[in-house]
């Protein structure tokens, strides 16, 4: 069997995230929210797990265009790798503030920035959209003429450091303040104060911010997340409403013209109004008092603390030996970790329809099961647990609400 090591930062990463939330007790600091972190989480999941089927893309994305179009041929010695390191970080101060920039890439961005907390569980805010739109920015590495593999051994270097600025349980770090991008300068960036507003966009270097004129001390205390809160822990909709926006947008744009203007323009440039009436569509008025009031019951943290750390596992074990697990298996796999973020998200948001997407969790566990150990009884078993679940299910539906939202 082939095991894939870089699972290993899974436990890696959450082995710091439960560090800083000890350091943040002991300091008497309420840095983490239990709603927030588990839709952080969430979110990670997500991306951990896509990662799996994209990273493979994008290196023979690189390797096609070095081969093809690379306009220097540059070789893996000790100035190839540093110069690699700094081309990165410069790409990637352009990328980040141009996503804070135009709508298009802020609608993909906007993800990393909902959280309301500044903690390691911010840093997992990171969407698969926004990895196709970096890897379109990293796309001028392979053709200065760097090698794909280089690229993405810097890559994975430059993308662990900034799991490690996302944290409040750190102050100024004196003169690395002139060099690095430090914890101080991050929460600056990830602050809704009129002051911090699009400052501090580097990623491992503040020097581009220094030189470009976008650079912003930490004075007052930050207030983190967006401008206009988001005030949803659902899933689908932190990651779909800042795209829903921009569509909007563009459809009510009289001209071509005015429409390709929606796309590159400014965020602010969008009518606020836009996400009021779709937030009346998509979301329920009141659930963020709802998952306000569940979110201090120990029943229902206990019930999707238990669904968060058992995906975790799971999806550490289907990094770790996804080499050799069939496609139909890691398909299956996939779309029972999708489904159970989403169940998650729709849990916090207290929704009604939960109920629709934990059966489809069982079917999807029936099947894998079926897919494992090719036995037919599995199947037998199945028709017979749906036909229970349908003759009962007003029962099951009121003993399920009752035991995961306190209600009759």
């Known amino acids: 069997m082939h095991y894939n090591w870089l699972a290993l930062a899974v436990p890696l990463f959450l082995f710091f995230m439960g560090l800083e939330y000890l350091v943040a007790k002991r300091q008497n600091r309420s840095y983490f929210r239990f709603n927030n972190s588990v839709a952080n989480l969430n979110v990670g999941i997500a991306e951990r797990l896509l990662d799996t089927f994209t990273t493979g893309a994008f290196f023979f994305f690189y390797e096609y265009l070095h081969r093809h179009y690379a306009l220097l041929d540059i070789k893996a010695t000790v100035w190839g790798w540093l110069a690699l390191l700094i081309a990165t970080d410069f790409v990637w101060y352009w990328y980040h503030r141009l996503a804070h920039e135009i709508n298009v890439f802020w609608a993909v961005h906007v993800v990393h920035h909902q959280s309301d907390d500044f903690n390691y569980t911010v840093s997992a805010r990171i969407t698969v959209f926004q990895a196709v739109v970096r890897t379109g920015f990293w796309a001028i590495l392979p053709i200065v003429g760097f090698p794909a593999e280089m690229i993405t051994g810097v890559l994975l270097i430059h993308g662990l450091y900034p799991f490690f600025i996302h944290t409040r349980t750190i102050g100024k770090l004196g003169w690395l303040e002139y060099i690095l991008v430090t914890p101080s300068h991050h929460r600056v960036h990830h602050a809704s104060n009129p002051q911090y507003l699009d400052k501090n966009y580097g990623d491992m270097f503040i020097i581009w911010d220094k030189l470009f004129g976008t650079f912003a001390e930490e004075q007052e205390e930050p ?85 968060l750390a058992g995906t975790l596992a799971i999806l550490f074990v289907f990094l770790l030996i996804e080499r050799s697990v069939p496609a139909s298996l890691q398909l299956l796999t996939s779309l029972f970790i999708l489904l159970t973020v989403i169940n998650c998200g ?35 078993l199945a028709y017979i647990g749906s036909l229970s679940i349908w003759a009962y299910f007003s029962l099951v539906q009121k003993r399920y609400f009752q035991l995961v939202y306190g209600v009759h």
């Open 346 to 380: 729709a849990l916090l948001e207290q929704r009604r329809w939960v109920l629709y997407l934990e059966i489809g969790r069982l079917a999807v566990l029936w099947i894998a099961l079926y897919v494992t150990l090719g036995n037919p009884m599995l199947i037998v």
């Open 223 to 307: 207030v983190y997340g967006l401008t206009k809160p988001l005030d949803s822990h659902s899933f689908l909709w932190q990651h779909f409403h800042g795209l829903l926006e921009v569509f909007v947008a563009v459809r009510r744009a009289p001209s071509r013209r005015a429409k390709l203007a929606v796309l590159i323009n400014r965020p602010d440039s969008i009518d606020s109004a836009i996400r009021d009436r779709l937030e009346c569509q998509f979301l329920s008025a009141d659930a963020a008092g709802r998952s306000t009031v569940h979110n201090s019951n120990w029943r229902f943290r206990g019930y999707v603390g238990g669904q």
